[in-house]
Protein backbone atom coordinates (compact mmCIF):
# COMPACT_ATOMS: atom_id res chain seq x y z
CA UNK A 1 0.00 0.00 0.00
CA UNK A 2 1.56 3.30 -1.02
CA UNK A 3 -0.01 6.30 0.20
CA UNK A 4 0.41 10.85 0.00
CA UNK A 5 0.30 12.97 2.69
CA UNK A 6 -0.65 16.36 0.96
CA UNK A 7 -0.43 19.93 3.67
CA UNK A 8 -4.05 20.69 2.41
CA UNK A 9 -5.63 18.06 4.31
CA UNK A 10 -4.40 20.06 7.51
CA UNK A 11 -6.49 22.71 6.55
CA UNK A 12 -9.80 20.53 5.92
CA UNK A 13 -12.13 21.42 8.36
CA UNK A 14 -14.43 17.51 7.83
CA UNK A 15 -16.92 18.39 10.89
CA UNK A 16 -18.30 21.40 9.39
CA UNK A 17 -22.09 21.48 8.67
CA UNK A 18 -23.28 25.03 9.12
CA UNK A 19 -23.25 27.65 6.65
CA UNK A 20 -20.59 30.72 7.76
CA UNK A 21 -23.23 33.24 6.62
CA UNK A 22 -26.06 30.92 9.66
CA UNK A 23 -24.73 33.21 12.91
CA UNK A 24 -22.81 32.95 15.78
CA UNK A 25 -23.13 31.26 19.42
CA UNK A 26 -22.75 34.18 22.50
CA UNK A 27 -20.23 33.32 24.84
CA UNK A 28 -20.26 33.82 28.32
CA UNK A 29 -16.85 33.53 29.79
CA UNK A 30 -16.66 31.73 33.01
CA UNK A 31 -13.14 32.31 34.54
CA UNK A 32 -10.87 35.04 34.03
CA UNK A 33 -7.61 33.70 34.45
CA UNK A 34 -4.74 33.91 32.09
CA UNK A 35 -5.33 30.91 29.62
CA UNK A 36 -9.34 32.55 29.14
CA UNK A 37 -7.63 36.18 28.39
CA UNK A 38 -4.89 34.89 26.39
CA UNK A 39 -6.19 32.16 24.54
CA UNK A 40 -9.62 31.74 25.03
CA UNK A 41 -10.70 35.16 23.96
CA UNK A 42 -8.63 36.16 21.14
CA UNK A 43 -9.42 32.49 19.50
CA UNK A 44 -13.20 33.66 19.81
CA UNK A 45 -12.10 36.89 17.89
CA UNK A 46 -11.14 34.64 15.38
CA UNK A 47 -13.45 32.33 14.89
CA UNK A 48 -16.83 31.93 12.35
CA UNK A 49 -19.05 30.80 14.98
CA UNK A 50 -18.90 32.07 18.40
CA UNK A 51 -18.59 36.18 19.58
CA UNK A 52 -17.63 36.93 23.06
CA UNK A 53 -20.56 38.90 25.01
CA UNK A 54 -20.17 37.85 28.80
CA UNK A 55 -17.17 37.99 30.80
CA UNK A 56 -17.64 36.57 34.41
CA UNK A 57 -14.95 36.33 37.37
CA UNK A 58 -14.97 36.42 41.30
CA UNK A 59 -14.57 40.39 41.26
CA UNK A 60 -16.81 42.81 39.44
CA UNK A 61 -13.54 45.12 38.82
CA UNK A 62 -11.65 42.77 36.88
CA UNK A 63 -14.79 41.33 35.07
CA UNK A 64 -15.20 44.79 33.93
CA UNK A 65 -11.27 45.52 33.13
CA UNK A 66 -11.45 42.39 31.09
CA UNK A 67 -15.04 43.71 29.04
CA UNK A 68 -13.09 46.90 28.16
CA UNK A 69 -10.91 45.11 26.21
CA UNK A 70 -13.26 43.16 23.79
CA UNK A 71 -15.53 45.26 21.69
CA UNK A 72 -18.54 42.49 21.37
CA UNK A 73 -18.50 42.35 25.28
CA UNK A 74 -21.96 43.67 26.56
CA UNK A 75 -21.84 42.42 30.45
CA UNK A 76 -19.45 41.93 32.81
CA UNK A 77 -20.37 39.66 35.94
CA UNK A 78 -19.36 37.98 38.97
CA UNK A 79 -20.35 34.27 39.73
CA UNK A 80 -22.64 35.46 42.00
CA UNK A 81 -24.74 37.05 39.30
CA UNK A 82 -24.16 34.47 36.49
CA UNK A 83 -26.06 31.57 39.26
CA UNK A 84 -28.82 34.44 40.47
CA UNK A 85 -29.53 34.50 36.45
CA UNK A 86 -28.09 37.61 35.31
CA UNK A 87 -27.56 38.98 31.38
CA UNK A 88 -29.27 35.18 30.36
CA UNK A 89 -30.81 37.11 27.30
CA UNK A 90 -26.99 38.24 26.34
CA UNK A 91 -25.61 34.85 26.22
CA UNK A 92 -26.20 31.08 24.65
CA UNK A 93 -23.97 29.18 25.82
CA UNK A 94 -20.78 29.42 29.22
CA UNK A 95 -17.39 28.56 28.39
CA UNK A 96 -16.24 27.34 31.92
CA UNK A 97 -12.50 27.50 33.09
CA UNK A 98 -12.34 28.08 36.22
CA UNK A 99 -10.20 25.25 38.71
CA UNK A 100 -11.28 21.62 37.77
CA UNK A 101 -13.23 22.33 41.41
CA UNK A 102 -15.30 24.33 40.73
CA UNK A 103 -17.03 23.66 37.29
CA UNK A 104 -20.05 21.58 38.62
CA UNK A 105 -21.85 24.92 40.04
CA UNK A 106 -21.73 26.95 36.55
CA UNK A 107 -22.84 24.07 34.34
CA UNK A 108 -26.02 23.37 36.48
CA UNK A 109 -26.37 27.24 36.34
CA UNK A 110 -26.19 26.29 32.71
CA UNK A 111 -28.90 24.05 32.61
CA UNK A 112 -31.05 26.19 34.83
CA UNK A 113 -31.28 28.87 32.20
CA UNK A 114 -31.40 26.39 29.39
CA UNK A 115 -27.59 26.89 28.32
CA UNK A 116 -25.06 24.88 26.57
CA UNK A 117 -21.78 24.27 27.69
CA UNK A 118 -17.82 24.19 26.67
CA UNK A 119 -16.46 22.67 29.42
CA UNK A 120 -12.49 22.62 30.22
CA UNK A 121 -11.06 19.41 30.68
CA UNK A 122 -10.99 17.85 32.87
CA UNK A 123 -14.51 18.09 33.14
CA UNK A 124 -14.42 18.08 37.15
CA UNK A 125 -12.08 17.68 40.32
CA UNK A 126 -13.66 13.72 40.72
CA UNK A 127 -15.67 11.19 39.52
CA UNK A 128 -18.28 11.80 41.48
CA UNK A 129 -18.80 15.75 40.62
CA UNK A 130 -17.78 14.75 36.85
CA UNK A 131 -20.50 12.25 37.02
CA UNK A 132 -22.84 15.06 38.13
CA UNK A 133 -22.50 16.81 35.02
CA UNK A 134 -22.89 13.74 32.83
CA UNK A 135 -25.90 13.38 34.30
CA UNK A 136 -27.25 17.23 33.75
CA UNK A 137 -25.84 16.53 29.89
CA UNK A 138 -27.67 13.59 29.46
CA UNK A 139 -31.33 14.40 31.15
CA UNK A 140 -31.33 18.11 30.49
CA UNK A 141 -31.97 20.22 27.38
CA UNK A 142 -28.27 21.72 27.65
CA UNK A 143 -25.53 20.11 26.12
CA UNK A 144 -22.00 19.75 27.69
CA UNK A 145 -19.06 19.80 25.69
CA UNK A 146 -15.47 18.93 27.18
CA UNK A 147 -12.94 21.11 25.33
CA UNK A 148 -10.86 18.53 24.09
CA UNK A 149 -8.85 20.86 21.59
CA UNK A 150 -7.05 17.80 20.34
CA UNK A 151 -9.63 16.36 18.99
CA UNK A 152 -10.55 19.34 16.50
CA UNK A 153 -6.99 19.47 15.73
CA UNK A 154 -6.95 19.35 12.06
CA UNK A 155 -3.12 17.10 12.70
CA UNK A 156 -4.83 14.77 15.09
CA UNK A 157 -8.16 14.65 13.08
CA UNK A 158 -5.74 13.15 9.95
CA UNK A 159 -3.95 10.63 12.10
CA UNK A 160 -7.47 8.84 13.21
CA UNK A 161 -8.55 8.80 9.83
CA UNK A 162 -4.96 7.10 8.71
CA UNK A 163 -5.33 4.51 11.42
CA UNK A 164 -8.78 3.99 11.16
CA UNK A 165 -8.08 3.44 7.20
CA UNK A 166 -5.62 0.77 8.48
CA UNK A 167 -2.55 2.56 6.46
CA UNK A 168 -0.65 0.90 9.62
CA UNK A 169 -2.21 -2.23 10.04
CA UNK A 170 -3.96 -3.06 13.19
CA UNK A 171 -2.82 -0.84 16.15
CA UNK A 172 -0.66 -2.19 18.74
CA UNK A 173 0.93 0.40 20.34
CA UNK A 174 0.95 3.93 21.65
CA UNK A 175 3.31 5.82 22.81
CA UNK A 176 2.30 9.51 24.52
CA UNK A 177 4.14 12.39 26.45
CA UNK A 178 3.71 15.86 27.69
CA UNK A 179 5.69 18.07 29.90
CA UNK A 180 6.43 21.51 31.02
CA UNK A 181 8.41 23.71 33.76
CA UNK A 182 4.64 24.91 35.69
CA UNK A 183 7.39 27.10 38.36
CA UNK A 184 9.08 28.39 35.56
CA UNK A 185 5.84 29.64 33.54
CA UNK A 186 3.60 30.36 37.28
CA UNK A 187 6.15 31.24 39.18
CA UNK A 188 4.08 30.87 42.77
CA UNK A 189 3.89 27.46 44.90
CA UNK A 190 0.32 28.57 45.93
CA UNK A 191 -1.17 28.11 42.29
CA UNK A 192 -4.47 26.04 42.41
CA UNK A 193 -3.01 23.55 40.04
CA UNK A 194 -0.48 22.34 42.58
CA UNK A 195 -4.10 22.40 45.81
CA UNK A 196 -5.83 19.38 46.10
CA UNK A 197 -8.65 21.08 46.39
CA UNK A 198 -9.04 22.89 43.28
CA UNK A 199 -7.14 20.45 40.79
CA UNK A 200 -8.11 17.53 42.08
CA UNK A 201 -6.37 13.85 42.24
CA UNK A 202 -3.14 15.47 41.43
CA UNK A 203 -1.18 18.31 39.46
CA UNK A 204 0.19 16.29 36.57
CA UNK A 205 -1.99 13.37 34.98
CA UNK A 206 -5.32 15.95 35.90
CA UNK A 207 -3.26 18.77 33.72
CA UNK A 208 -1.12 17.01 31.05
CA UNK A 209 -1.07 13.56 31.19
CA UNK A 210 -5.22 13.52 29.80
CA UNK A 211 -3.49 14.94 26.50
CA UNK A 212 -1.58 11.38 25.35
CA UNK A 213 -4.59 9.79 27.34
CA UNK A 214 -7.55 11.26 25.35
CA UNK A 215 -6.37 11.84 22.09
CA UNK A 216 -4.97 7.91 22.31
CA UNK A 217 -8.84 7.16 22.89
CA UNK A 218 -9.54 9.94 19.94
CA UNK A 219 -7.32 8.20 17.46
CA UNK A 220 -7.57 4.60 18.57
CA UNK A 221 -11.65 4.86 18.77
CA UNK A 222 -11.25 3.00 21.99
CA UNK A 223 -11.63 3.13 25.52
CA UNK A 224 -9.47 2.26 28.46
CA UNK A 225 -9.99 -0.82 30.28
CA UNK A 226 -7.34 -1.17 33.16
CA UNK A 227 -4.03 0.84 33.82
CA UNK A 228 -0.68 0.80 36.06
CA UNK A 229 1.19 3.76 36.88
CA UNK A 230 4.30 5.18 39.13
CA UNK A 231 4.00 8.65 40.10
CA UNK A 232 6.79 10.84 41.89
CA UNK A 233 6.83 13.87 43.83
CA UNK A 234 9.94 15.15 45.05
CA UNK A 235 10.24 19.34 44.91
CA UNK A 236 8.91 20.95 47.40
CA UNK A 237 6.17 22.88 45.50
CA UNK A 238 4.59 19.89 45.21
CA UNK A 239 4.25 18.55 48.47
CA UNK A 240 0.74 17.79 48.21
CA UNK A 241 0.05 16.62 45.06
CA UNK A 242 1.86 12.66 44.54
CA UNK A 243 2.37 13.60 40.66
CA UNK A 244 5.11 16.09 40.10
CA UNK A 245 6.19 13.50 37.57
CA UNK A 246 3.90 10.43 36.32
CA UNK A 247 4.50 7.22 33.84
CA UNK A 248 1.61 5.14 33.00
CA UNK A 249 0.21 2.33 30.62
CA UNK A 250 -2.98 1.73 29.59
CA UNK A 251 -4.77 -1.65 28.01
CA UNK A 252 -7.67 -0.11 25.61
CA UNK A 253 -10.93 -2.82 25.22
CA UNK A 254 -9.38 -3.01 21.65
CA UNK A 255 -6.49 -4.81 22.73
CA UNK A 256 -4.00 -1.88 21.92
CA UNK A 257 -1.90 -0.72 25.01
CA UNK A 258 -0.57 2.78 25.68
CA UNK A 259 2.25 4.12 27.68
CA UNK A 260 2.17 7.21 28.63
CA UNK A 261 4.21 9.59 30.77
CA UNK A 262 4.22 13.81 31.46
CA UNK A 263 5.64 15.77 34.11
CA UNK A 264 4.95 19.45 35.66
CA UNK A 265 8.71 19.86 35.89
CA UNK A 266 10.55 19.07 33.18
CA UNK A 267 11.53 20.15 29.53
CA UNK A 268 8.01 21.31 27.65
CA UNK A 269 7.93 18.65 24.81
CA UNK A 270 5.47 16.21 24.06
CA UNK A 271 5.13 13.38 21.28
CA UNK A 272 2.08 10.98 20.08
CA UNK A 273 3.28 7.83 18.15
CA UNK A 274 1.01 5.11 17.10
CA UNK A 275 2.25 1.71 15.89
CA UNK A 276 0.58 -0.60 14.29
CA UNK A 277 1.41 -4.62 12.96
CA UNK A 278 2.47 -2.38 9.25
CA UNK A 279 3.50 0.90 10.10
CA UNK A 280 3.47 3.78 12.85
CA UNK A 281 1.67 7.94 12.44
CA UNK A 282 4.15 9.89 14.61
CA UNK A 283 3.07 13.62 15.49
CA UNK A 284 5.92 15.89 16.95
CA UNK A 285 5.58 18.07 18.88
CA UNK A 286 2.04 17.03 19.12
CA UNK A 287 0.50 18.79 22.04
CA UNK A 288 1.45 22.83 22.05
CA UNK A 289 -0.10 24.43 19.18
CA UNK A 290 2.83 27.32 19.06
CA UNK A 291 5.34 24.94 18.12
CA UNK A 292 6.02 23.74 14.55
CA UNK A 293 5.11 20.49 14.23
CA UNK A 294 5.62 17.27 11.78
CA UNK A 295 3.85 14.24 10.63
CA UNK A 296 5.46 11.32 9.84
CA UNK A 297 3.91 8.04 8.15
CA UNK A 298 6.07 4.90 7.78
CA UNK A 299 4.57 1.81 6.13
CA UNK A 300 7.45 -0.73 5.43
CA UNK A 301 10.42 0.89 2.69
CA UNK A 302 7.55 3.68 2.46
CA UNK A 303 8.13 7.08 4.33
CA UNK A 304 6.16 10.45 4.23
CA UNK A 305 6.76 13.42 6.17
CA UNK A 306 4.53 16.91 6.24
CA UNK A 307 5.62 19.93 8.27
CA UNK A 308 1.84 20.57 9.62
CA UNK A 309 0.82 24.22 9.05
CA UNK A 310 0.11 26.15 11.72
CA UNK A 311 -3.52 25.90 13.07
CA UNK A 312 -5.32 28.30 15.95
CA UNK A 313 -6.37 24.88 18.41
CA UNK A 314 -8.83 27.08 20.44
CA UNK A 315 -10.58 28.66 17.26
CA UNK A 316 -10.97 24.96 15.76
CA UNK A 317 -12.26 24.27 19.64
CA UNK A 318 -14.82 26.97 19.37
CA UNK A 319 -15.94 26.96 15.38
CA UNK A 320 -16.84 22.91 16.12
CA UNK A 321 -18.69 23.75 19.15
CA UNK A 322 -20.79 26.29 17.86
CA UNK A 323 -21.03 24.74 14.61
CA UNK A 324 -22.57 21.79 16.04
CA UNK A 325 -24.74 24.41 18.47
CA UNK A 326 -26.08 26.29 15.32
CA UNK A 327 -27.14 22.96 13.39
CA UNK A 328 -28.45 21.64 16.57
CA UNK A 329 -26.56 18.88 17.10
CA UNK A 330 -24.98 17.20 19.78
CA UNK A 331 -21.15 18.12 20.11
CA UNK A 332 -18.30 14.67 20.51
CA UNK A 333 -16.54 14.73 23.38
CA UNK A 334 -19.69 14.84 25.34
CA UNK A 335 -19.70 14.98 29.27
CA UNK A 336 -20.37 10.73 29.09
CA UNK A 337 -16.88 10.89 26.99
CA UNK A 338 -15.52 13.20 30.04
CA UNK A 339 -16.22 10.48 32.41
CA UNK A 340 -14.74 8.03 31.34
CA UNK A 341 -11.09 9.94 31.48
CA UNK A 342 -11.80 11.06 34.96
CA UNK A 343 -12.76 7.42 35.57
CA UNK A 344 -9.30 6.42 34.16
CA UNK A 345 -7.57 9.29 35.87
CA UNK A 346 -8.48 8.00 39.12
CA UNK A 347 -7.19 4.35 38.49
CA UNK A 348 -4.00 6.02 37.19
CA UNK A 349 -3.96 7.31 40.69
CA UNK A 350 -4.70 4.37 42.64
CA UNK A 351 -2.24 2.23 41.01
CA UNK A 352 0.05 4.81 41.78
CA UNK A 353 -0.12 4.46 45.02
CA UNK A 354 -0.87 0.73 45.75
CA UNK A 355 1.36 -0.42 42.92
CA UNK A 356 -1.97 -2.80 41.40
CA UNK A 357 -3.14 -2.80 37.79
CA UNK A 358 -6.53 -1.32 38.44
CA UNK A 359 -9.46 -2.01 36.71
CA UNK A 360 -11.16 1.92 35.00
CA UNK A 361 -14.10 2.21 37.00
CA UNK A 362 -13.15 0.38 39.89
CA UNK A 363 -11.27 3.14 41.52
CA UNK A 364 -12.05 4.16 44.92
CA UNK A 365 -13.21 7.74 45.98
Not at 140 to 160: E, I, L, N
Request: proline share 5%; charged share 25%.
Amino acid sequence: MTFELSVDEFDRRDWQRTDPDAGTVRIAMVGLGWWTVEEAMPAVADSTFCETTVVVSSRAEKAEAVAATADTVTHALTYDDLIAGEATDAYDALYVATPNSLHLPYVEAAAEYGKDVLCEKPMEASVERAAEIAGIDAETDSTVMVAYRMQTDPAVRRARELVADGHIGEPVQVHGHMSQPLLEMIPDPDQWRLNPEYTGYGATVMDLGIYPLNTARFVLDADPVSVTARLESTHEAFADVPDEHASFAVTFDDGTEASCSASQNAQRTSYLRVLGTEGEVVLEPAFFSDQTRAMTVRRGDNRVEVEVPPVEQMTEEFDYFGDRVLAGDSPHPDAAHGLVDLETIAAIHEAGDTGDRVRVGDAAE
